[in-house]
């Protein structure tokens, strides 16, 4: 596990949450959800099935993503290999997208 200085861990949070903001848009406008980007935190905001809001935020002490999503917690850190943060090989994307998904049904 690579342990990133917390300028690294900041500008690659950053990235990663606009990244993951402008690849779920077309989601988005498709199924008919919000995401927003505000003060360092993604929200993705739901009305349909059930209102519900997925929450994207970065732990700087921890150097970790934290989603909160459907009661769950999940911790994605720095995965060098992937270019990404990422859980069990899981990109933050893929994740978010998944988990969309499965939300939506």
Do not use: C
């Not at 360092?40 to 993503?65: A, D, K, M």
């Not at 769950?72 to 893929?94: I, Q, V």
Request: no cysteine.
């Amino acid at each position: 596990m690579t342990v990133l200085t917390e300028q690294e861990f900041r500008l690659k949070s950053d990235e990663a949450l606009e990244h993951a903001r402008r690849a779920l848009l077309p989601l988005s406008d498709r199924e008919g959800f919000e995401i927003e980007l505000q003060d360092g935190t993604l929200n993705l905001l739901f009305e349909e099935p059930s209102e519900g809001r997925f929450v994207v935020s970065p732990n700087g002490p921890l150097r970790q993503i934290w989603v909160a999503a459907m009661a769950k917690p999940y911790r994605l850190a720095w995965a060098p290999e992937l270019g990404a943060f990422a859980l069990n090989g899981e990109t933050l994307l893929g994740l978010l997208e998944r988990l969309t998904r499965q939300f939506l049904g």
